[in-house]
């Protein structure tokens, strides 16, 4: 999902950003809603606004939820530049990919010109290198960065697996604050709450009550765009240590999740906010809207009718 390697011009009045922002609590990955092909702005910025007041923590703009490797370089600025409006001072972290380490320094220098909270930056894709080139990946990008970097680990789309070795090395890094856990590796996010110097956001919603029980920070999101209330219920309870309503609240998002991620992310998430009448049902290729019959179970759920 590259980003823009250079900007076209900076925000009108941008607001510094925050030199240490906490990454926790509920964060919203945001989709990207598109109308006759073009980014819905409009729609953005509601989505953006709605979400804010349902008591999200932040927001994650250009990631893959927000199908970030369909957009050009002029459309990511945009997309930031709309969210970062309609967060009216919420956080908003914006993720960074590539594998060729020059183009996405450039990308890294580029966003020192935003107020952004923090980059979320993945392993170089299709590269596979080894710890040693993954630890100078992340450390490079981070000594250039204005802002924390997150790191992204997430091996079933960057095929590079980062060990809890080198984890905790890159942990020792000052702007390397959290991590965006997607590896799949039970031990390996237990090590890292233990240790304390990366807080430790799940990026796999089926593993939210897991996570946070065990003491992590909190959760990036793309179901919590939808019964966002219940979302930021059950993280507050969690941190609270109530964990018998914690499991109740779980228990009713346990289906919704489930459906969710029936067919590839974000096709059914964007099914369930067309028939809510929040944007199109619509998606760039490679990326296919949800089945027909995939649609009809979310309206079922979720008592939503097509629009």
């Not at 990631?63 to 945009?78: I, P, R, V, Y």
Request: glycine share 8%.
């Amino acid at each position: 999902m590259p980003i823009l390697t250079t900007p076209s011009a900076a925000p009108a009045a941008p607001l510094s950003a925050p030199t240490c922002t906490p990454f926790s609590g509920l964060w919203i990955a945001l989709v990207t809603p598109f109308k006759d092909g073009a980014v819905d702005h409009p729609a953005l910025a509601a989505l953006t606004t709605r979400l804010r007041a349902d008591g999200v923590s932040g927001f994650v703009a250009c990631g893959s939820t927000g199908e970030a490797a369909a957009l050009d370089k002029a459309e990511q600025l945009q997309v930031l530049e709309t969210v970062l409006g309609a967060a009216q001072g919420l956080p908003v972290v914006i993720g960074v990919s590539g594998y060729h380490q020059g183009h996405v320094l450039e990308q890294v220098r580029a966003l020192a010109h935003y107020p952004v909270a923090g980059l979320l930056v993945s392993a170089p894709h299709y590269i596979r290198p080894s710890q040693e080139g993954l630890l100078h990946w992340f450390r490079t990008l981070a000594d250039a960065s204005e802002a924390p970097l997150l790191v992204y680990d997430i091996p079933y789309r960057t095929g590079a697996t980062l060990t809890t070795e080198t984890l905790l090395t890159l942990a020792a890094h000052p702007r390397i604050q959290a991590i965006k856990d997607c590896g799949g590796n039970t031990t390996k996010t237990q090590a890292l709450i233990a240790d304390g110097r990366l807080q430790v956001l799940t990026g796999e919603d089926a593993q939210i009550f897991h996570t946070l029980a065990l003491g992590g920070a909190g959760a990036i999101s793309a179901c919590a765009h939808w019964q966002t209330p219940r979302f930021v219920e059950l993280t507050a309870l969690l941190r609270q240590g109530d964990l018998p309503e914690a499991r109740r609240v779980w228990q009713t998002l346990l289906p919704w999740i489930e459906t969710c991620f029936a067919e590839p992310n974000p096709a059914p998430l964007k099914a369930v906010l067309a028939q809510a009448g929040w944007m199109r049902n619509e998606l760039r290729a490679p990326m296919m809207a949800a089945s027909a019959a995939l649609e009809q179970r979310l309206q079922t759920l979720h008592g939503l009718s097509p629009r």
